[in-house]
């Protein structure tokens, strides 16, 4: 009932009609009844924001002299700045909060204010800086950050509290650069270290809040708007010591004055250039700097109250200022004036003893907070001697009992600890030894085992189910990491590593959990392959199955996800198209198959002993494999096919570019058609794998009939695939021969043997055009070529049938004696027994063996009969010009007039040859 817009106009209403009224007293029960209105109800929150657009709630508490009333209202600023959801009210509430003057007045009164000022303005900085809303040019480091670090010495726990909240959110958003201060800093200019593909800014480090010049402000103030007198900060302005300005590589700077840094307002890109800047800031006007010559302050907080913060017994500001030293630890420092890493501060003034006693901290967030700070200290080598000085514990020994104890209930802490011992045992030999000795590579199992499986394999898991499940996966990363380190460190490690369950534990995580990223399923993939050494043969090779195995259904999944789903959702290829590519592939039903197949694999080699029977999983799935037929068919053309799809569509030829690309790490740099030609790869190869493991099973083995039924049960799936890919293929030039030749060819029962061309002579010995003749099992075709210029560019070929002959009815001369034709062609005759019909013909060159080739084939689809092998009287090699001799043609004459001539119906196939 309160809530309705009409209340919501009457208490704003009297928060500004009343302002002129020295008492405060209504004006604070109207801000208190607003407080209550707005707290968790974001349609009040939204009417507020509404009713003071035109006159922020900022400049109501800046007009106020009541503490209680400024109190409320910056509580009431607080709250409506958390509002969940999108608001056109709220951005622009955000933007005027944004303004440099507003930031400076806020961190003012967290600074110069009463204990309940303080907390509610610091509420509102934590609030503004947790929306994540604000815009990368707000300067939080030089306007928040740096001012704030004041308060690190308080003694009051909440401030403090709060305080580290601001500064833990403001270093994680990207882009805001905050460093640590030890003694008295020096004005530089440096390029801090890349961090997580932050990318490499020019930044200036502000030294301590000093009261700047009045002359040098005032100078400042009267051209920019934006920094009025009354938002300048109380002790607050910034100052730069004196010192020189440079570069961390001390290449390339600009040396500035101490009069023109110290002119230089905060929040205001510093000029890297003497020469473009120092005319403009002596004539008191601020330069206008391009991008490529501007960069933006850091935050500078100083070291000494982190020292005391992390032994506070107050747990959550420990665990906020090792939250906060976490992510500086990462960055550089400034001692005294000196750039220098910033876990080299923390490890001389003796945090690695610190921060390891926290190991028998009860408090899991502190104890979190300290493995990841230490996990940093450990990178640096000039820790590890350090790490090595306890005389009551073993670091290592205490690390695992950690991960132990909480790997059911915080994977924060198994990440960090195992990246803290990747660091330990990559430097030390002792700490490595330790691990060993310790059993930690068998804690470490336990743990990845622990993680929990889905009762069915997501093939392509959700985005939404992705960022759920990784809450799941925290520190598997670590884990593998730091198993791949122990399997290149160890000898014998493959041994160790499959005495602790290894095979299982890893071979549950690449095949059940399909939502893992990449580079943490490489390190798997890594992991696993190097289990397989110092096996015995016959269980090396059956590891060799195993592992080719997974790989096989992995690249199945990939063309999956990386390809076929997301063509069939954007619409680049139509469905036609989408069919000729991947129909045959039957992508899902192969995916389940052999993802069953290598559960079953899985399960013997992880259960493995001397006697188990490997082979008799592939012998109840091998007649399967027959599926494999239609797509090994349509691969013969599928190069072809997505070579012309990329030619005619650049949006299918950018989408494969891309997505292999993106997905270099993932397809192990393959592109497309190297994956496609997979399942066609696939079962041969289980042949040659089988077969290997046929030759090291002794014949009283009891998988070795097994193992030699799927070695003949594998080659048959590989005779019957091929024996299919050939009808096809014969199938398929029928059919273009249908095309190109004009005819109807097709039966069920004809095949295509073989094409070619031959020279035809005329009776007189003269040479007539080139005949092409296609050969099938039952008939051959002679064909003449013709070209016909429809255009100045274009030629159509134009096939015409000159005759046909049936296989029954030919009969062949090989040699003749043909006086009229030059010898080295060495002639021979095609003639039909059923009409006068005959060919004089020869290959096309002397060394061309085509005719000789024709005729060898022609006699053995004709069943060699008798006829077949006629021989003239005379050798073609010897022309004899003789009267004596017969010539080719005469006994030509001789056979057809002592041959009934005699043309049988011709049957229905040879019908089907009309024009």
């Given at each position: 009932?309160?809530g309705?817009?009409?209340?919501?106009?009457w208490l704003v209403?009297?928060?500004?009609?009343e302002e002129?009224?020295?008492?405060d007293?209504i004006r604070?029960?109207a801000a208190?009844?607003?407080?209550?209105l707005?707290?968790?109800?974001?349609?009040?929150?939204?009417?507020?924001?509404?009713?003071v657009k035109?006159?922020?709630?900022?400049n109501m508490m800046?007009?106020?002299g009541?503490?209680?009333?400024s109190a409320?209202l910056?509580?009431?600023?607080s709250?409506?700045?958390?509002?969940?959801?999108?608001d056109?009210?709220l951005?622009?509430?955000?933007i005027?909060?944004?303004?440099?003057?507003?930031?400076t007045?806020?961190?003012?009164l967290c600074?110069?204010?009463?204990?309940?000022i303080?907390?509610?303005?610091?509420?509102?900085?934590?609030?503004?800086c947790q929306?994540?809303?604000?815009?990368?040019?707000?300067?939080?480091?030089?306007?928040?950050v740096?001012p704030?670090?004041?308060?690190?010495?308080?003694e009051?726990e909440a401030?403090?509290?709060l305080?580290?909240r601001?500064?833990?959110?403001c270093?994680?958003?990207?882009?805001?650069?905050i460093v640590?201060?030890?003694?008295?800093?020096?004005a530089k200019?440096?390029?801090?270290?890349?961090?997580?593909?932050t990318i490499?800014r020019?930044?200036?480090?502000?030294?301590t809040?000093?009261q700047?010049?009045?002359?040098?402000r005032?100078g400042?103030?009267?051209?920019d708007n934006?920094?009025q007198p009354?938002?300048t900060?109380n002790?607050g302005?910034?100052?730069?010591?004196?010192?020189?300005?440079?570069t961390?590589?001390?290449a390339?700077?600009?040396?500035?004055?101490?009069?023109e840094?110290?002119?230089?307002?905060?929040?205001?890109n510093?000029?890297?250039?003497?020469s473009?800047s120092?005319?403009?800031?002596?004539?008191?006007?601020?330069?206008k700097?391009?991008?490529k010559s501007?960069?933006r302050?850091?935050?500078?907080?100083p070291?000494?109250?982190?020292?005391?913060l992390?032994?506070?017994?107050n747990?959550?500001?420990?665990?906020k200022?090792?939250?906060a030293?976490s992510?500086l630890?990462?960055?550089?420092?400034?001692?005294?004036?000196n750039i220098?890493?910033?876990s080299?501060?923390?490890?001389?003034n003796?945090?690695v003893?610190m921060?390891?006693s926290k190991?028998?901290s009860k408090?899991v967030?502190e104890?979190s907070?300290a493995?990841n700070?230490?996990?940093?200290?450990?990178?640096n080598?000039?820790?590890?001697e350090?790490f090595?000085?306890f005389?009551?514990?073993?670091?290592?020994t205490?690390?695992?009992?950690t991960?132990?104890?909480?790997?059911n209930?915080?994977m924060?802490?198994f990440?960090?600890?195992s990246?803290l011992?990747?660091?330990?045992?990559s430097f030390?030999e002792?700490f490595l030894r330790i691990?060993?000795?310790?059993?930690?590579?068998n804690i470490?199992c336990k743990?990845?085992?622990?993680i929990?499986?889905?009762e069915k394999?997501?093939?392509?898991?959700?985005?939404?189910?992705f960022?759920f499940n990784t809450k799941?996966?925290?520190?598997?990363?670590e884990?593998?990491?730091l198993?791949?380190?122990y399997?290149?460190?160890?000898?014998?490690s493959?041994?160790i590593?499959?005495?602790?369950?290894?095979i299982?534990?890893?071979?549950?995580?690449l095949?059940?959990?399909t939502?893992?990223?990449?580079?943490?399923?490489?390190r798997?993939?890594?992991?696993l392959?190097?289990?397989g050494?110092?096996?015995?043969p016959r269980?090396r090779?059956?590891?060799e199955?195993y592992?080719?195995?997974?790989f096989f259904?992995?690249?199945?999944r990939?063309?999956?996800?990386i390809?076929?789903d997301?063509l069939?959702?954007?619409g680049?290829?139509?469905p036609s198209?989408?069919?000729?590519?991947?129909?045959?592939?039957?992508i899902?039903?192969?995916i389940?198959?052999?993802?069953n197949?290598?559960?079953?694999?899985?399960s013997?080699?992880q259960?493995?002993?001397?006697s188990?029977?490997?082979s008799?999983s592939?012998?109840?799935s091998?007649p399967?494999?027959?599926i494999?037929?239609?797509?090994?068919?349509?691969?013969?053309?599928?190069?072809?096919t997505?070579?012309e799809?990329?030619?005619?569509?650049d949006?299918?030829?950018n989408f494969?570019?891309?997505q292999?690309?993106?997905?270099?790490?993932?397809?192990?740099?393959l592109?497309?058609e190297s994956?496609?030609?997979?399942?066609v790869?696939r079962s041969?190869?289980?042949?040659?794998?089988f077969?290997?493991?046929?030759k090291?099973?002794?014949?009283?083995?009891?998988?070795?009939?097994?193992t030699?039924?799927?070695?003949q049960?594998?080659e048959?799936?590989?005779?019957?695939?091929?024996?299919?890919?050939?009808i096809?293929?014969?199938?398929?030039k029928?059919?273009?021969?249908?095309?190109?030749?004009k005819?109807?060819l097709?039966?069920?029962?004809?095949?295509?043997?073989?094409?070619?061309v031959l020279?035809?002579f005329?009776?007189n010995?003269?040479?007539d055009?080139?005949?092409h003749y296609?050969?099938?099992?039952?008939?051959i075709?002679f064909?003449?070529?013709?070209k016909i210029?429809?255009?100045a560019?274009?030629v159509?070929?134009?096939?015409s049938?000159i005759?046909k002959?049936?296989?029954e009815?030919?009969?062949?001369?090989?040699k003749?004696?043909a006086?009229?034709?030059a010898?080295y062609?060495?002639p021979g005759?095609?003639?039909?027994?059923?009409?006068?019909?005959?060919?004089?013909?020869?290959?096309?060159?002397?060394?061309s063996?085509?005719?000789?080739e024709l005729f060898n084939?022609?006699?053995k689809?004709?069943?060699e009969?008798p006829?077949q092998n006629?021989?003239?009287?005379?050798?073609?090699a010897?022309?004899?010009?003789?009267a004596?001799?017969?010539?080719?043609?005469?006994?030509?004459?001789?056979?057809q007039?002592?041959?009934?001539i005699?043309r049988?119906?011709?049957?229905?196939?040879?019908?089907l040859?009309?024009?």
């Amino acid at each position: 009932m309160m809530g309705n817009l009409g209340v919501i106009t009457w208490l704003v209403h009297l928060l500004k009609v009343e302002e002129s009224s020295s008492n405060d007293s209504i004006r604070c029960a109207a801000a208190d009844a607003l407080v209550c209105l707005a707290i968790d109800d974001p349609q009040n929150q939204s009417k507020i924001l509404e009713n003071v657009k035109d006159s922020p709630l900022l400049n109501m508490m800046d007009r106020s002299g009541s503490e209680r009333l400024s109190a409320l209202l910056l509580k009431l600023i607080s709250i409506i700045i958390y509002k969940k959801g999108e608001d056109p009210h709220l951005e622009a509430y955000f933007i005027e909060l944004e303004r440099p003057w507003r930031l400076t007045k806020l961190v003012e009164l967290c600074l110069n204010s009463s204990r309940e000022i303080v907390i509610e303005s610091l509420g509102v900085l934590v609030n503004f800086c947790q929306s994540c809303r604000f815009r990368p040019e707000v300067d939080l480091p030089s306007f928040v950050v740096s001012p704030l670090s004041q308060l690190l010495n308080s003694e009051d726990e909440a401030i403090l509290l709060l305080t580290l909240r601001i500064i833990s959110h403001c270093m994680k958003k990207d882009g805001i650069w905050i460093v640590l201060q030890e003694g008295e800093i020096v004005a530089k200019e440096f390029k801090p270290v890349k961090n997580r593909g932050t990318i490499h800014r020019k930044m200036s480090i502000q030294s301590t809040w000093s009261q700047r010049s009045e002359e040098s402000r005032k100078g400042i103030h009267q051209q920019d708007n934006l920094f009025q007198p009354e938002a300048t900060l109380n002790s607050g302005s910034q100052t730069i010591s004196k010192g020189r300005s440079r570069t961390l590589s001390n290449a390339g700077s600009s040396i500035l004055s101490m009069n023109e840094i110290s002119a230089i307002p905060a929040g205001v890109n510093a000029p890297l250039e003497k020469s473009s800047s120092h005319s403009k800031i002596e004539s008191g006007q601020i330069p206008k700097l391009s991008k490529k010559s501007s960069y933006r302050h850091l935050g500078v907080l100083p070291f000494r109250p982190f020292v005391r913060l992390v032994h506070l017994s107050n747990p959550k500001i420990a665990s906020k200022s090792l939250g906060a030293l976490s992510v500086l630890v990462q960055r550089e420092a400034s001692v005294n004036g000196n750039i220098q890493s910033a876990s080299n501060l923390l490890i001389d003034n003796g945090f690695v003893q610190m921060l390891t006693s926290k190991l028998f901290s009860k408090d899991v967030k502190e104890l979190s907070n300290a493995l990841n700070v230490l996990q940093y200290l450990a990178k640096n080598e000039k820790s590890i001697e350090q790490f090595k000085t306890f005389q009551s514990f073993n670091v290592v020994t205490e690390i695992l009992k950690t991960m132990e104890k909480y790997s059911n209930s915080n994977m924060e802490i198994f990440k960090h600890s195992s990246s803290l011992l990747i660091s330990l045992i990559s430097f030390s030999e002792d700490f490595l030894r330790i691990l060993g000795e310790s059993k930690g590579i068998n804690i470490i199992c336990k743990i990845i085992l622990s993680i929990p499986l889905p009762e069915k394999i997501i093939i392509s898991p959700s985005k939404k189910n992705f960022k759920f499940n990784t809450k799941e996966i925290v520190g598997l990363d670590e884990a593998l990491s730091l198993l791949e380190v122990y399997s290149i460190k160890v000898e014998n490690s493959a041994e160790i590593l499959r005495e602790c369950d290894a095979i299982r534990a890893i071979s549950n995580i690449l095949i059940r959990r399909t939502d893992i990223p990449s580079g943490t399923r490489a390190r798997g993939e890594k992991v696993l392959n190097s289990l397989g050494d110092g096996l015995e043969p016959r269980h090396r090779i059956a590891f060799e199955i195993y592992t080719t195995e997974y790989f096989f259904v992995k690249f199945l999944r990939l063309i999956k996800q990386i390809y076929v789903d997301p063509l069939r959702s954007n619409g680049i290829l139509s469905p036609s198209e989408m069919e000729k590519i991947f129909s045959s592939l039957e992508i899902e039903v192969l995916i389940d198959f052999h993802t069953n197949l290598l559960i079953d694999f899985q399960s013997s080699i992880q259960n493995w002993s001397p006697s188990i029977q490997f082979s008799e999983s592939f012998l109840r799935s091998y007649p399967f494999l027959k599926i494999y037929k239609e797509y090994c068919i349509c691969f013969e053309n599928l190069h072809l096919t997505l070579k012309e799809m990329k030619s005619k569509n650049d949006k299918f030829k950018n989408f494969i570019r891309n997505q292999t690309e993106g997905h270099k790490l993932e397809l192990n740099s393959l592109d497309l058609e190297s994956i496609l030609v997979m399942p066609v790869q696939r079962s041969p190869r289980y042949t040659l794998l089988f077969k290997e493991l046929l030759k090291k099973t002794p014949e009283d083995h009891p998988d070795y009939l097994n193992t030699k039924e799927a070695v003949q049960g594998s080659e048959e799936i590989n005779q019957y695939i091929n024996s299919n890919i050939h009808i096809s293929k014969i199938e398929q030039k029928i059919r273009e021969l249908e095309v190109k030749l004009k005819l109807s060819l097709f039966l069920p029962h004809r095949v295509f043997v073989r094409e070619g061309v031959l020279i035809r002579f005329m009776r007189n010995g003269g040479m007539d055009k080139k005949i092409h003749y296609y050969l099938f099992n039952d008939l051959i075709l002679f064909m003449k070529r013709n070209k016909i210029r429809k255009f100045a560019s274009e030629v159509e070929i134009i096939y015409s049938l000159i005759d046909k002959f049936s296989i029954e009815e030919i009969e062949i001369v090989e040699k003749v004696n043909a006086t009229n034709i030059a010898p080295y062609y060495k002639p021979g005759i095609i003639r039909s027994r059923f009409t006068n019909r005959y060919f004089l013909v020869s290959s096309r060159t002397s060394t061309s063996t085509e005719k000789e080739e024709l005729f060898n084939e022609i006699k053995k689809l004709s069943g060699e009969r008798p006829n077949q092998n006629q021989i003239s009287k005379s050798s073609s090699a010897s022309v004899v010009t003789s009267a004596n001799n017969n010539d080719w043609f005469d006994e030509i004459v001789q056979a057809q007039s002592q041959t009934q001539i005699y043309r049988p119906e011709l049957d229905a196939d040879l019908l089907l040859f009309e024009e």
